[in-house]
Every structure is written in C-alpha cells, then in structure tokens.
C-alpha cells in the first residue's frame, strides 16, 4: 500500500506566508491535509536539548490512517527574522502498514529514513511522489529494552509504563534521551495497545497539538505551563525514582521481567497475537502472565560445567557434595553441538576448583548462574535475544558474586570462546558468524 506524505514547513508561496503544507503527494486527501495543517510545529517549536534538535512524532488522524513524522531544523528563515525554520515530513500510514510495522512510529521511521524519506530539503517541490516500505519489523527491540533495563533501570521504566497507562496526558523529564525513553515505552506495551499513544520527542507543548505522551524542557521552572493545560508531569531525574514502589497489573509484570533479565519472556508475551486487548484490559493480562509463572512448574535445570566449561551454578554444587540434576531445558539439547565444542578448553582441576566455590553460593545466586549459562551459549549460537538478556544480568551477577569468583566465570567462558572461535575458523568448518557471536558474548562478560 501506498504511503501518502506533505511537507510542512515556512516558505513564501502563491499560496501563502509562512508556515504551511508546502509540498504533498496527489493521494493525500484534503480532510487529511487540514489536520496536517493545524496539527504541524511552526517557529521556535522544538525543545533545547543537547545532540541536536529534532522529534519524532506520532498521532491518529480522523480518517483512520496514522501519521509518523520528524521534525528537524532546515537553515536560517527564509523572512530574516533570525533563527531556524522547522521542517516537518509528514507520513500518512495506513493500518495495515502500521501493523505490519508492529504499531511502533520507530520501526517505520527507521525503514523510511532507509530510503531517505525523511532528509531535509532545501528546495522543496510543489508534489511528492507516495512511498512504499517494504518489510516488517519484530515486535520487540530487545537491545533497547537491554539498554534500558540498565539505565534508567527496571523501577524507572515500570513507573513510566504505570503512570502513562493511567494518564490521558503525560509529560516525562529523564535524563534519558526522550527518544528512547518513549521507544522503550512502545516496546514494552503490546502490540494491540500501542495504537492507543500518541505522542512527541521533543516539541514544545501545545493545545492544538493534543498528544498523549510528551517530553518537558529541561528547566523545571519551565514545567508549570504545560501543568496548567491539564498534563500530568513525571519526573525520571532522580536515579531512586520508583525504588520502593509496588507496581500492579502490566507495570508489574514487565517490572519483574526486567529485574529477572528474562527479556526474551516479554517478546514471546508481545508476539502473541491478541485481538481483544487494548489498554482497559491489559492490566489484567499482566496479572494473568504473572499467575501462570508462578503457577508453573520449575524447570530444573543445570549447567553442563564438565563437558560444556561453564560455571554450571547447581551442577558445580552437586558434584561438590550434593546429588546430581537432569538437565531438562530445550536450549541445552539444540547447544549440544556447541557445548562439545568447547570440551577440550576445560582444565579438570580449575573446573574443580570452581565447582568447590560455587558450592557455598546461596541457592538464589546458582539459579542466577544457570541462567547465565544457558544464555552465554545460546548467545554464542547467534540468539540475539539471549545477547540481550545477558547485557541485562550479568551485571546482576558482577554485583553479587565476589570479585574472584567472577574472574574465574570470565575465565571459564573465555576458554570456552576461545575453542569455538577456533573450530570456528579451521579450513574444514569455515563458521565465522559463531566466532563473532563469541566475541560480542565475551565484550559484554568483560565490559568492554
């Protein structure tokens, strides 16, 4: 389907002075093109923050369809009056579109700025051609989320999911970068509720721009105007915000999936086609994930320390003085090839010691270790979801073991890597993807 797009902006035209609907393809209808008009930032709209001024945009017009834009900077004004003129491009995005782009405005000005859609334009033409976006996007964008569950960190984020479903009008201060504080917002929200936000990056508030969720300027002086139109106003600054809050329904539930580190468990939640939900209701579909989780029963499952050389948390206690586990979890069977692989790095007496070491960790920290495991070698198997889930625990990890202990983890794993990165690039296997996944494993377990 076709992507009907305008340009707003300040020009001199036979038309008019000013600030306008400067440039539009022939399908975009006149009822839309009015909205466009009065919806569209004009001079001096775009909030003061550092790396640039820009927005991205997002919010429903009446004709059904959706409009994703940016607003950026576009030179000096064309009548001299003295700074910038503002340039807004305009995408008028069918639902069918939208869906296919998992309702998230991020995901479609990603693949639009692909095709240069979204550049300024110095001189702008009286006709657009419509666009066509080919692709779909995941559901999920779990570096993000990765990114976010460690600043501004699990109890940030589910008080800005709590408060934005319970607010018809929000405005954040963070010193997260707005972007991707809202970004993170819609990857956390199903995907049948995301439709339900509209929302700006960085412009200034305004009545006639009558958004759901907005950014407010850095001066908190500065706050008190948009407080007054009716906004409820959430301030992230302080890195405490939400410690100690108990958070219910969806907030909760993607709160616990944070701390856990278990982001692949959101995307397999948000993936789940439902056609029913909508905001109303998605309270108590995080309830209802919670329940089943701690209904469920518990896989045991443990790391394979001896032939697989990582620390193998509860395995490592049994063979110290407990009885062994069957290991029962699907990531294991499908990581057999690669477990093998690593078999020949492992020094027997080293694993021995760690095994002693492991013995006296409490139960919490070795199930925190098996989990580890399992996502180190799924990661090195090319699973970008286990990447980002371990970016997310492993400083979990760090913080609760002693320093020695993690040294001889990152030792374990860099052995293992080692190995595969070296069956990886012998002339008979030629597999360099897995070397590389075991290098972006061992950036993340040594920091760098």
């Not at 570096?143 to 405005?171: C, F, V, Y």
């Amino acid at each position: 389907m076709l992507i009907e797009q305008a340009i707003f902006t300040s020009a001199n035209t036979d038309r008019a002075q000013g600030y306008q609907l400067v440039s539009r393809s022939p399908g975009l209808s006149e009822a839309d093109a009015r909205e466009l008009a009065v919806w569209g930032p004009s001079h001096d709209s775009l909030l003061e923050r550092p790396g640039g001024l820009s927005s991205t945009n997002l919010f429903k017009l009446i004709s059904g369809a959706y409009c994703v834009s940016r607003t950026q900077l576009a030179g000096a004004e064309y009548s001299g009056r003295g700074g910038e003129v503002v340039q807004t491009r305009f995408l008028v995005v069918p639902a069918e579109v939208f869906a296919r782009f998992g309702n998230n405005a991020f995901a479609v000005v990603r693949a639009a700025t692909a095709i240069g859609a979204f550049e300024v334009l110095e001189h702008l033409p009286e006709t657009l051609e419509p666009l066509t976006l080919g692709g779909r996007s995941a559901p999920v964008d779990l570096a993000l989320l990765a990114q976010l569950a460690r600043e501004p960190g699990p109890a940030a984020m589910a008080t800005l999911i709590q408060a934005a479903l319970a607010s018809d009008r929000l405005a954040i201060a963070a010193e997260t970068p707005c972007e991707h504080l809202i970004a993170g917002l819609v990857n956390t929200l199903p995907v049948e509720c995301r439709t339900e936000f509209s929302f700006s990056t960085g412009l200034k508030y305004s009545p006639s721009r009558p958004i759901r969720i907005s950014c407010l300027p850095g001066e908190p002086s500065n706050w008190r105007a948009t407080a007054r139109g009716g906004v409820t106003l959430l301030d992230l600054t302080n890195s405490h915000v939400g410690d100690g809050m108990c958070w219910k329904g969806w907030a909760g539930c993607v709160a616990r999936i944070f701390r856990s580190g278990k982001l692949s468990l959101l995307a397999c939640e948000l993936e789940q086609p439902r056609p029913w939900l909508n905001c109303t209701n998605v309270n108590a579909l995080g309830e209802q994930i919670e329940a089943n989780s701690q209904a469920g029963p518990r896989s045991e499952v443990t790391a394979s320390i001896n032939p697989g050389g990582g620390p193998g948390g509860a395995e490592a206690a049994a063979t110290a003085g407990g009885s062994a586990r069957q290991r029962a979890d699907r990531a294991h069977v499908r990581l057999e090839a690669v477990l093998s692989a690593a078999q020949g790095a492992v020094n027997r007496s080293w694993a021995d010691k760690l095994a002693k070491s492991l013995a006296g960790q409490p139960p919490e920290v070795l199930e925190l270790l098996e989990r580890i495991d399992d996502l180190v070698f799924t990661a090195i198997s090319g699973d970008d979801r286990a990447l980002a889930e371990l970016e997310v625990l492993w400083p979990t990890v760090v913080a609760q073991l002693d320093e020695d202990l993690v040294e001889q983890s990152r030792e374990q794993y860099l052995r293992c890597a080692l190995s595969i990165c070296g069956e990886s690039t012998e002339d008979r296997v030629q597999r360099p993807e897995r070397a590389v996944s075991a290098i972006d494993v061992l950036c993340v377990l040594f920091d760098e």
